[in-house]
Structures are given as structure tokens and as C-alpha cells.
């Protein structure tokens, strides 16, 4: 089976850095995605990790460390736009992904 | 980029009565689409893997016969939720995967919210 772990709830302020963590244990780990979800709307792709290392694109940077089982997203100079619920997500055979609980960001100003 | 559209994207049923929910890929071809549920404030559930051409994975605890799914193009997969109760009121999402060139990013449809009442 798969179970995911990242922190329920992140408060941070307007042009700040946050990092939002995700530990896993997964049978058959092909990957780890990370995805954003606005309250009523579908989840959108932010990055992917399938090897150790950081993968930087624009704000976001995504980072993964297969021996530790661990990975994070990290958002910089946060904007108001930004508050949202964050996924991870292992992927498995077939693509098959599952998700964690999702982190709630808030941005405050 | 690639597209997934939902249709509906909101419907209100009867107790008992089935519901289709019908989700495509408009512009690419998708051999493996997912379905996912999701209650409000919660995690998104993988409810089965769709394939094209054969019958569909379900995960463990999901009930098959009451959530017939059934991939019938590259483009095309439709969820039925049968006999439908209120404890089935969710939303429910579809994805599919773009394999090609070594992508790994699957592309959400915009979620159809279904009310059983």
C-alpha cells in the first residue's frame, strides 16, 4: 500500500519562502508529483521528481530524496495567489498516482 | 497544453437513480484516464484506473458494480454511479496521463460535483 505525509495547514506572509514537506511509503516508487488545488477547482501539475535532487521552475522548486523517502516543495516570494491546498503525490505502475492529505497554505499579507 | 473537460460539471439526483459522468481528452489520446473522489477538505482518492479497450482497476473497497466505468476511445471515459445514495455525493474527478516524450503529469478534468438527494 501507499501512505503520505505533509502538514495540514502553513501560514506564511506575502514575499516570503515556505517549504512544505512530504514523507512516503510507497511499494514500487516511480516518482513524486506535487499539485495545487484552489477551494473548488481541479488539482494543476507543478512539478515532478523522479530522481534525487532539486528541480527548480520559476517560484516553485521541488526536491527529492529517494533513500529518505522524503521530498519537498518549496515556494518562494509568496503571493496571495498562492494560498491553496498543495498535494504530493507518489506514482506508481501504470502512472497510477496517490495523494497525500494536502498541506493548506495561507498567504497572509 | 493538454486539456480534460468534465461533463457535467455539477448535477443533483434522486435517491436510486444512475448518474454518468463522461470525461474526455480533447487533444490528445489518453490509454489510461483515473478517476479520483473527493470529499470536501480532504485528499484526492484513486478510485480505479481506466483503460482503453479493457475493463478497469479498481482500488481496494471500491465497489465495481456501482461504479461502472467504461473507456471506450482514447479520448472517452464515463464513470455511472448506480443506484446512487447521499452518502455518494462527492467530487468527482478524472485524469489522464500523457506518456509520450517521457511525461509524467497527469492533466485533471474540472471536477463534476455530484449532490444525492
Known amino acids: 500500500g501507499q501512505s503520505l505525509e505533509q502538514p495540514s495547514e502553513v501560514t506564511a506572509v506575502e514575499g516570503a519562502i515556505v517549504q512544505i514537506n512530504c514523507t512516503y511509503q510507497?511499494?514500487?516508487?516511480?516518482?513524486l508529483s506535487w499539485y495545487q488545488q484552489h477551494d473548488g477547482g481541479a488539482p494543476t501539475f507543478l512539478s515532478y521528481?523522479?530522481?534525487?535532487g532539486l528541480e527548480e521552475t520559476g517560484r516553485f522548486s521541488s526536491f527529492l530524496s529517494r533513500s529518505d523517502s522524503y521530498g519537498y516543495l518549496l515556494l518562494q516570494e509568496l503571493q496571495m495567489k498562492d494560498s491553496a491546498s498543495y498535494f504530493c503525490?507518489?506514482?506508481?505502475?501504470?502512472?497510477?498516482?496517490?495523494f497525500g492529505s494536502g498541506t493548506k497554505l495561507n498567504v497572509k499579507p | 497544453g493538454a486539456v480534460v473537460s468534465q461533463h457535467p460539471s455539477w448535477v443533483i439526483c434522486k435517491s436510486g437513480t444512475s448518474v454518468k459522468i463522461e470525461c474526455r481528452s480533447l487533444d490528445f489520446q489518453a490509454t489510461t484516464m483515473f478517476w479520483y473522489r473527493q470529499f470536501p477538505k480532504q485528499s484526492l482518492m484513486l478510485m480505479a484506473t481506466s483503460n482503453e479497450g479493457s475493463k478497469a482497476t479498481y482500488e481496494q473497497g471500491v465497489e465495481k458494480d456501482k461504479f461502472l466505468i467504461n473507456h471506450a476511445s482514447l479520448t472517452l471515459s464515463t464513470l455511472t454511479v448506480t443506484s446512487a445514495h447521499p452518502e455518494d455525493s462527492s467530487f468527482y474527478i478524472c485524469s489522464a496521463v500523457e506518456v509520450e516524450r517521457g511525461h509524467n503529469e497527469q492533466f485533471f478534468g474540472p471536477g463534476t460535483r455530484l449532490t444525492v438527494l
Open positions: 521528481n523522479a530522481l534525487d
Open positions: 510507497t511499494s514500487g516508487f516511480y516518482g
Open positions: 503525490a507518489v506514482g506508481g505502475n501504470f502512472n497510477k498516482f496517490y
